[in-house]
């Protein structure tokens, strides 16, 4: 008897795949007006109201113990608070197409880093389509590969270069334990609550003396986006899939957060849609079904 198609995990795949390609756009307006650190401590502190209640509705709302919080203490530090923590800050003053760039890498990291660790083995097949979905990435932001030199951008590129390893060293480190608990909703609590009091100490430490007055709808409206759907939905699906299926095959979900990107530039911001994005998404999507691709049963049978 075969399996039959998982349609809630590809129904998470393609959530994470949208919902956090809109993130860059929503940080970006986000930060127009609002400090860093509170961005992020609002999104996560709102994101963990909203999961608290529904594990009272659901009434599983229950202390996991030392060990468990230990890992999720971790996971929380790693992929929420410096990750995306430090995404947010380098987002202030960096161009798109070099952020676009940096955060590329995030696949490539995360496969070494998988093999290092033994989480899984590294194969021919997984590297080239991480790289060809990589070289998709840089061709479409070619030009802006110029600004990785540019002194102006040291620090940003500093910040963004410790979220990629520490979002790839916490997806590393949650899928080494994601057999330890089921319960992605109460893990997602804790790791929320945990990095919320966390960046508001930061907030204050950093924006002593914040004027909320000054503080746009624009960005307000960004930040609930942001912590409903890329924090609640989007982790929730992530995790749910990191369950599921290889790291590598969730990491590579970043290439096409890039694609989403830009269509909704196009969209939304009135930014041109060149043959190179054309081209460059056929790269892209080459290189996600690569990793993904599984021979049938009846092609290993008529070998």
């Known amino acids: ?60 709302l229950i202390w996991i113990g030392w060990e468990n919080f230990k890992l999720q203490f971790i996971a929380s530090v790693l992929m929420i608070v410096v990750a995306n923590g430090f995404t ?33 083995k590294p194969n021919l097949k997984g590297f080239l389509g991480v790289i060809i979905g990589f070289l998709g990435v840089v061709f479409i932001f070619r030009d802006g590969l110029g600004a990785i030199l540019d002194p102006n951008y040291k620090v940003e590129i500093l910040f963004l270069s410790i979220a990629i390893l520490a979002w790839s060293m916490g997806t590393i480190y949650t899928k080494k334990h994601t057999h330890k608990s089921s319960n992605i909703g109460l893990n997602l609590f804790y790791q929320f609550s945990i990095a919320s009091v966390i960046q508001y100490v930061l907030a204050l430490i950093f924006s002593p003396n914040v004027d909320i007055s000054l503080w746009s709808i624009r960005s307000i409206l960004a930040t609930l986006y942001l912590s409903v759907f890329g924090s609640v939905i ?15 095959q969730v990491s590579i979900l970043n290439y096409i957060n890039t694609i989403i990107a830009i269509f909704l530039g196009w969209l939304l911001l009135d930014e041109v849609i060149t043959i190179d994005f054309i081209i460059a998404t056929g790269l892209i999507i080459l290189g996600v079904f690569i990793t993904n691709y599984k021979k049938s049963k009846s092609e290993t049978k008529r070998k």
């Open 1 to 60: 008897m075969t399996k039959g198609t998982d349609y809630k995990l590809l129904f998470c795949l393609f959530v994470v795949a949208l919902v956090w390609g809109t993130t860059y756009l929503g940080i970006r307006v986000a930060v127009e007006t609002m400090p860093p650190w509170y961005i992020t401590s609002s999104r996560q502190g709102l994101a963990a109201l909203i999961v608290l209640f529904i594990l009272l509705y659901n009434k599983q």
């Open 88 to 120: 947010t800050i380098a987002e202030q003053t960096m161009p798109s197409g070099l952020t676009s760039i940096l955060s590329s890498l995030t696949p490539l990291v995360v496969f070494l880093g998988s093999a290092v660790v033994g989480i899984q």
């Open 234 to 248: 989007a982790f929730f699906c992530y995790h749910y899939a990191l369950k599921r299926v290889t790291i590598i």
